[in-house]
């Protein structure tokens, strides 16, 4: 039996007719959107068996038989995975490809281990006197059993039970070992990995269960336990609920991604079925790709305290990577998805989900709500918090979009802002970026009394005197770096490029001024002295060049050191020669 594609049993899943096919079987009545029959597993007289076609499942309140268009195939007709998949598609008219490698899937052990425990745990939830505890909880969550069993949720003792149970279904030791259902302690004992949790199955894209995330039950850590990755089970290459909500996803166009198991139940029991969760972790590229195959819109709908933001920029960058639209919904304080959907229903939900707005433009708000664009430095900060969402965002339009928004929020030029969202870009291929310090650590530059100074305080008073100064200096002659940059900055009309030091020096030279001071004269002094310096570099440089060159050629050098050292004396009398390294020419 050859390897059945993944897409193409996608395919043969969409294209089933689930009512059609398991009416053949059961005499369905429909009830609003579902269909009821006597069970056909159990014999049941009562219409205690339900086909929701709009999950593409089956599930039977009494013997809890459940599952998709091929599970009922192969628990109705004995059939095998593959095989199912073969029936369905010759009844819809699909052509399976008979290629790629044959011989049957050697994970298949561990599909059917974790099939196995899920049943046995869901029995549990609803059996045993031990899960009155998980019972319990989810009533204190407003969850009465008829709802979650559906959903597969269950119960692992806090004993070994789990053991003998699998040991009395022929399930080895190892299979429930490499399955992630055991652990083995440090003296070679095993246990059950899920103790005294209430357990949500984890489905892969085909809808078979392949881990757990369990939640403990009264005091212990961790709170949440997935299982750990298995040939089956890869926690960051899953979505929790994306077997189901992957057909809602694509009739609504859009997908809702929530934090937690509970969230994303919440959501879906109040019939928002396009609604999936990472398992506990932030989102990885595996997910947002995910994602991506079945909707082109996402709407994060995350908590809104500090955590919740971080982890919400965080999955929207890694969304705006994979071409998607982004947008945030916003709860109000203190509430997650489950508790406002306990309190006002799918209608709440809905209209938070309304109110979305555009991921940058969610950060453009907070950033402004704490005063970000107030200051200059805040608006350099601001604007190393907006760039990596600008540098995310895949899709052309979006990015352009993006650069033009965040130009007028920040006042910066959007070429300036191009250049600034390209340039990391490039580096990024090869290396990480660096993390950009906090500027509480970066302390406030000392900045010296100068001529150089005493350009840039002409400049930041405006025309005529920033034209002037920069006539008549280029940038390359300011000597202390801050102040090259803020004269480059501002010659350039970019000011908000200036790295924190920089843009420190910018405040402090702005809120320093001219005071009394007469412009003209400060004007006159500091170009002068800017002169003076330039005639003292040549004269450095044509020290550095003497001891290299023949004699004739030195004469001619020596000449030409006492021509720059006179016209320097005569010009800049004020000048500190004093001062100089190598002193004057003949002396
Ligand atoms: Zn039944």
């Not at 052990?109 to 745990?121: G, Q």
């Amino acid at each position: 039996m050859s390897l059945i594609p993944d897409d193409v049993i996608e395919q043969v899943r969409e294209a089933a007719d689930i009512v059609g096919i398991i009416g053949e079987h059961v005499e369905l009545k429909r009830t609003g959107a579902d269909y009821r029959a006597p069970c056909p597993f159990h014999g049941g007289t009562h219409r205690n068996f339900a086909v929701i076609p709009r999950k593409g499942m089956f599930y039977c309140f009494v013997c809890h038989a459940g599952g998709d268009v091929f599970t009922f195939f192969m628990k109705k007709l004995g059939m095998d995975y593959p095989t199912a998949v073969r029936e369905v598609a010759r009844r819809a008219g699909i052509t399976i490809p008979e290629r790629g490698p044959t011989g049957p899937d050697p994970r298949e052990p561990l599909y059917s281990a974790v099939a196995a425990a899920a049943d046995w745990f869901a029995r549990q939830l609803r059996e045993s006197p031990e899960a009155q505890v998980a019972r319990d909880y989810l009533t204190t969550r407003h969850l009465d059993l008829d709802t979650v069993q559906p959903l597969g949720l269950g119960y692992a003792p806090r004993t070994k039970a789990f053991l003998d149970a699998m040991k009395g279904l022929g399930v080895r030791d190892e299979v429930l070992l490499d399955a992630g259902l055991l652990a083995k302690r440090e003296d070679g004992t095993l246990a059950p990995r899920f103790r005294g949790r209430l357990l949500f199955p984890i489905h892969d894209v085909r809808a078979r269960v392949v881990g757990f995330g369990g939640r403990i039950l009264g005091e212990g850590e961790p709170k949440y336990l997935n299982s750990p990755d298995t040939p089956i089970f890869h926690k960051g290459k899953l979505l929790y609920n994306l077997h189901v909500a992957k057909h809602a996803m694509r009739k609504a166009e859009r997908a809702i991604l929530v934090e937690g198991y509970f969230d994303a139940l919440r959501l879906s029991l109040a019939g928002i079925e396009e609604v999936v969760a990472p398992l506990g972790t932030g989102l990885t590229q595996e997910q947002a790709q995910l994602v991506q195959r079945h909707a082109p819109h996402v709407i994060l709908l995350y908590d809104s305290d500090e955590p919740g933001l971080r982890a919400t920029f965080r999955a929207g960058d890694e969304l705006l990577r994979e071409g998607l639209r982004v947008s945030v919904a916003t709860l109000p304080a203190g509430e997650d998805p489950d508790t406002l959907g306990q309190k006002q229903g799918a209608a709440g939900i809905e209209e938070i989900l309304k109110d979305a707005v555009d991921v940058l433009e969610r950060k453009i708000q907070i950033l402004d709500r704490r005063g970000f664009f107030g200051t200059l430095p805040g608006r350099r900060r601001a604007l190393d918090r907006l760039l990596p969402t600008i540098r995310a965002a895949k899709d052309p339009i979006t990015r352009e979009l993006y650069i033009s928004r965040v130009a007028e929020a920040a006042g910066v030029r959007k070429d300036v802002l191009e250049r600034e969202a390209g340039m990391r870009d490039a580096g990024s291929a090869m290396r990480p970026i660096a993390p950009t310090h906090p500027a509480s650590r970066i302390s406030d530059p000392v900045l010296p009394a100068s001529a150089e100074k005493a350009l840039l305080l002409l400049m930041l008073e405006g025309e005529p005197w920033r034209g002037r100064v920069i006539d008549a200096v280029d940038s390359e002659e300011l000597e202390f770096p801050p102040y090259r940059a803020v004269f480059e900055s501002v010659a350039d009309d970019a000011v908000l490029a200036l790295d924190d030091t920089s843009a420190r020096a910018y405040e402090q030279l702005k809120a320093e001024g001219l005071g009394h001071r007469d412009p003209n004269e400060m004007y006159e002094l500091a170009v002068n002295w800017m002169e003076a310096r330039r005639l003292e570099r040549q004269l450095e440089q044509l020290d550095d060049q003497l001891p290299f060159e023949t004699p004739e050629r030195q004469a001619s050098l020596i000449a030409e050191k006492r021509r720059v050292f006179d016209e320097l004396r005569k010009r800049y009398p004020r000048y500190k020669i004093a001062k100089r390294r190598r002193g004057a020419p003949g002396t």
